[in-house]
C-alpha cells in the first residue's frame, strides 16, 4: 500500500524557515517523480513544486521560486520541502503527492500556519 | 500560466440524478508525446484530493464506474451518472501538460 506521510509543519513566524518532509512507502520510491501541493485555509490546490527521480530537475511554482527548496534522499525514501522567507500567505495544508502530471497518491497533508 | 476554468462553482444534486462538471484550459493540453495529462480529483470534507480520472478518461482503480471523464483539447467534461450521498465534496481538474502545472478554481458538490 502507498504511504505519504507528511511532517515538519505548524506555526511559524513571519520570515521563518521551516522543513517539510515526507515519509514514503509501499512503492519504488526512486522510480517517481515526487510534488508538493499546497492548500490555503478554504481556498482551492495550488501546485507548489516537483522533482524528478533523481534530483536532477526541479520545477516550482513563481510565486515560491527563490524561497522554497525541493529535494529528495531515494536511500531514505524521503522527500523534503525547505520553506525559506515564510509569508502570512503561504499559510497552508502542504501535500506530499507522488507523480509529475498525474499525481495519484496524496499524503494527509501537514498544515504551516505563518503568524506572529 | 495555462488557465483552468471550472464551472459551475457549486452544485445542488438530487440523490440519484446525475451531475456534470465542466473544466476548459486556455491551451490545448495535449502534451508532445500525444498525451493529454487532464485530472479530476475529488476532496471530500476534511480529506486529501483523491484522484479519480488521468489521461482525461480513464477512470483511477476502485473508482465507482457512475464517474466518467470525456473531452479532448481544451474542453473537459467530469460526469456523474447517479449521485449518491458520498461524492458530496469538491471537484478539481488539473492540467499536467504544461509548466507550472496548474488547477481549477474547484466545484462544490452538495447533495439534495
Known amino acids: 500500500e502507498v504511504q505519504l506521510v507528511e511532517s515538519g509543519g505548524g506555526l511559524v513566524q513571519p520570515g521563518g524557515s521551516p522543513r517539510l518532509s515526507c515519509a514514503a512507502s509501499?512503492?519504488?520510491?526512486?522510480?517517481?517523480?515526487m510534488t508538493w501541493v499546497r492548500q490555503a485555509p478554504g481556498k482551492g490546490l495550488e501546485w507548489v513544486a516537483n522533482?524528478?527521480?533523481?534530483?536532477?530537475?526541479?520545477h516550482y511554482v513563481d510565486s515560491v521560486k527563490g524561497r522554497f527548496t525541493i529535494s529528495r534522499d531515494n536511500a531514505n525514501n524521503s522527500l523534503y520541502l525547505q520553506l525559506n522567507s515564510l509569508r502570512t500567505e503561504d499559510t497552508a495544508v502542504y501535500y506530499c503527492?507522488?507523480?509529475?502530471?498525474?499525481?495519484?497518491?496524496w499524503g494527509q497533508g501537514i498544515l504551516v500556519t505563518v503568524s506572529s | 500560466d495555462v488557465v483552468m476554468t471550472q464551472s459551475p462553482h457549486s452544485l445542488t444534486v438530487t440523490l440519484g440524478q446525475p451531475a456534470s462538471i465542466s473544466c476548459r484550459s486556455s491551451?490545448?493540453?495535449?502534451?508532445?508525446?500525444?498525451?493529454?495529462?487532464l485530472n479530476w480529483f475529488q476532496q471530500r470534507p476534511g480529506q486529501s484530493p483523491r484522484r479519480l480520472i488521468y489521461?482525461?478518461?480513464k477512470r483511477d482503480s476502485g473508482v465507482p464506474d457512475r464517474f466518467s471523464g470525456s473531452g479532448s483539447g481544451t474542453d473537459f467534461t467530469l460526469k456523474i451518472s447517479r449521485v449518491e450521498a458520498e461524492d458530496l465534496g469538491f471537484y478539481y481538474c488539473?492540467?499536467?501538460?504544461?509548466?507550472?502545472?496548474?488547477f481549477g478554481g474547484g466545484t462544490k458538490v452538495e447533495i439534495k
Open positions: 488539473m492540467q499536467g501538460t504544461h509548466w507550472p502545472l496548474t
Open positions: 503527492v507522488r507523480g509529475r502530471s498525474g499525481l495519484d497518491y
Open positions: 522533482i524528478k527521480q533523481d534530483g536532477s530537475e526541479k
Open positions: 491551451q490545448s493540453l495535449v502534451d508532445s508525446d500525444g498525451n493529454t495529462y
Open positions: 509501499g512503492f519504488s520510491f526512486s522510480s517517481y517523480w
Open positions: 489521461y482525461g478518461s
